[in-house]
């Protein structure tokens, strides 16, 4: 079993409709959740951070955590063309002070 | 500007040539990473160093060698680069031990023939 599964899409979406992402992951010690976006050809850029159970929003984006079912999501409202990416989710764990990475989500919404 | 930067960005070598991608933060974090990312797999760290002087291993450090002489430095070294190590390399920084966000730079298509 990986240790950060997700969905590799592609997932599409019209402009204007919610992008859901989700994400599972296995070490039950885990404190710190990410959600990074890709471009191609770019570099991974930080889009969420969460840390506690529940929801947070920034802007059009929200994160949700349940730790009690090791999952997170990332929802994209109101998706536009420009969110088209690779969203990755990360996971730290302070047992082995290392980010584990999902293979990512690849988005694309359709103008 | 703050920035992690990689040289160099494209390399093409051949089997077993010695090579170090360079790795340099201006953003004072203590913590360096390095990561490989192929198509299916993600990301996967290679090494990590909590300081100067402090490195471990990722989940896949076999082939690679890392020193961290300096705190904006973190140099990676193939020793005998083989076929298998052709991929795209990033390295990574953060303020503490990790949980924080990382910062990556442009990356590094390396092709070994």
């Known amino acids: 079993q990986k240790e950060v599964e997700q969905n590799s899409g592609p997932l599409s979406v019209p402009e204007g409709a919610i992008a859901s992402l989700n994400c599972t992951y296995s070490?039950?010690?885990?404190?710190?959740f990410f959600w990074y976006r890709q471009y191609s050809g770019k570099s991974p850029e930080l889009i969420m951070s969460?840390?506690?159970?529940g929801d947070k929003e920034d802007g059009r984006f929200t994160a949700q955590l349940n730790k009690a079912s090791q999952y997170v999501s990332l929802l994209i409202r109101d998706s536009q063309p420009s969110d088209s990416a690779t969203y990755l989710c990360?996971?730290?764990?302070?047992?082995?002070?290392?980010?584990?990475f999902g293979a990512g989500t690849r988005l694309f919404v359709k103008a | 500007e703050a920035q992690v930067t990689q040289n160099p960005r494209y390399l093409i070598t051949v089997t077993g040539k010695k090579l170090t991608v360079t790795c340099s933060q201006n953003?004072?974090?203590?913590?360096m990473s390095w990561y490989r990312q192929d198509p299916g797999l993600g990301l996967r760290q290679i090494y990590y160093?909590?300081?100067?002087?402090v490195t471990d291993k990722g989940d896949v450090p076999e082939g690679y060698k890392v020193s961290r002489k300096e705190k904006r430095n973190f140099p990676l070294i193939l020793e005998s680069p083989s076929p298998n190590q052709t991929s795209l390399y990033f390295c990574?920084?953060?303020w503490g031990t990790g949980d924080d966000t990382q910062y990556f730079g442009p990356g590094t298509r390396l092709t070994v023939l």
């Open positions: 969460i840390y506690s159970n």
């Open positions: 990360a996971v730290w764990s302070a047992g082995g002070f290392k980010t584990i």
């Open positions: 990574a920084s953060s």
């Open positions: 953003m004072n974090h203590e913590y």
């Open positions: 070490d039950r010690v885990s404190q710190s």
């Open positions: 160093s909590m300081n100067v002087e």
